[in-house]
Every structure is written in structure tokens, then in C-alpha cells.
């Protein structure tokens, strides 16, 4: 990997590093948050109409029923999408029958290049968890859904190549659709895992 690939994905990690923290403080974390992970449930999220997988056009209601781990990012993304899918994967695993309980939700942020064929391509890979909903929609759609998550993104570099700078948290949401708490970028998956098991208990 290059000095350059290195650096980018650093500064993308910061990024991601900051959102988390910034919701964090916002929703109340500071203040007695026990083992770190937010849990208040505060005003991210909201209403959305976005495209799945298999072109299908869906809304918030998405999200109600089951718990789900909402997840911001692309598919040509080399190394921190695949690499969060992959451990979401490991920690459902970990979660053992409760696992059933837990859906993931990727939208995408480069809406020019991820169409639904190529969504229900790439989070058809066998290292990524069952039965990813991926979502898109146009420029406009996605900027919606991504300011109610309070996530940043922006394209980088010209031509077909170009790639998406973008936050790297993922949202824990509850059966009704309400977030529940921030999981940072790079945690271990067990203990996503962990906190995964005590919000369903707290839930």
C-alpha cells in the first residue's frame, strides 16, 4: 500500500474518530456513559427514501422490527468499508442466536457509481454478513439521510478512480428505528459484540 493510501485512510479514521465523538458529547455521553458507548437516544436518525439492493424503494420503516447496525460508505472503497463489514460479520457470530435479531443497513455515499446491481454485487461477498440491505438514491436522497446521521462525506480526486472521503462510525439502532449508540471504527468485534448483547438486554 502507498505512503499516499496510508495517509488518506488515516485522515478518513480521524474523521470518523471525530463524528463518533462529536455525537458522543452531543447526546449527552459525557455524562456518565459507564463503559464509553453512547446510549441516550438523541436526534440521529429520521425519515428517508432510498433505493435497495434490488430496486426496490424503501423508507425508515426499514429499520423497525429488528436491531440494526446503520453503516455509511461505498462499494469501491478499498479498506475501511470491507474491512467493518467484515468485522460486523464476526460479531454477529459472536452474538449466537441473537444475532437473528440483528440487520445491517449499508448506504452508500457515492450514489454515482453505486447503482442497486452493483450494491447486491458487492455485499453479495461471502465475508460480509447475511442479508445486507444496501441502500441508494440520488445526490439529494443521500444527503438527506446522510445529515440526519450527522455523517460527512466528500469525493476525492477526478476521473473514473476517484474515491469518497467519508465518517467511519456505525449507528446502532433499536426496534423501533431509534439510535441507541455509536460503534467507533476499528473496535474488535467482540466487543461490538459486547456492546451489541447489553443494549439488546438494556432494550
Known sequence: MSKRSLIL?????????????????????????????????GNVGGPFQLIDQDGRQVDESVLEGQWNIVFFGFTYCPDICPSTLQAIDVAKQQ?????????????????????????????????FPDNVIGLTGTPEQVAQVAKAYYVYYRKSGEGPDYTVDHSTAAYLMDPQGRFNRVLAFGIAPDEMARLIRTAMQEG
Request: proline share 5%; net charge negative.
Open 9 to 41: 485512510i488515516a485522515l478518513v479514521a480521524v474523521v470518523g474518530l471525530a463524528v463518533g465523538a462529536g455525537l458522543f458529547w452531543q447526546m449527552g455521553g459525557g455524562q456518565g456513559a459507564g463503559d464509553g458507548a453512547q446510549t441516550a437516544q
Open 95 to 127: 452474538l449466537g442466536p441473537r444475532g437473528d435479531d440483528l440487520q445491517t443497513v449499508f448506504i452508500s455515499v457515492d450514489p454515482e457509481r453505486d447503482t442497486p446491481e452493483q450494491l447486491k454485487t458487492y455485499l453479495s461477498l461471502d465475508a
